[in-house]
């Protein structure tokens, strides 16, 4: 997150950035990888239409 605040500028936003960071685009990636993990993970555990619970 530090990355992106460091970049930030309020009069035009993200506008003025003339570089792409490397480590910026490593853990955008990584995020939505883990989330994505997250996301499988819990609808394996959900249970089906016809799972009885007892």
Known sequence: ?????????FFDGFGSVNE???RLI???SFSIFLLWIELILYLRLMPGKN????
């Open 1 to 9: 997150m530090s990355i992106m605040l460091k970049n930030f500028q």
């Open 20 to 22: 792409i960071s490397d």
């Open 26 to 28: 490593t853990g955008i």
């Open 51 to 54: 799972t009885k619970l007892i």
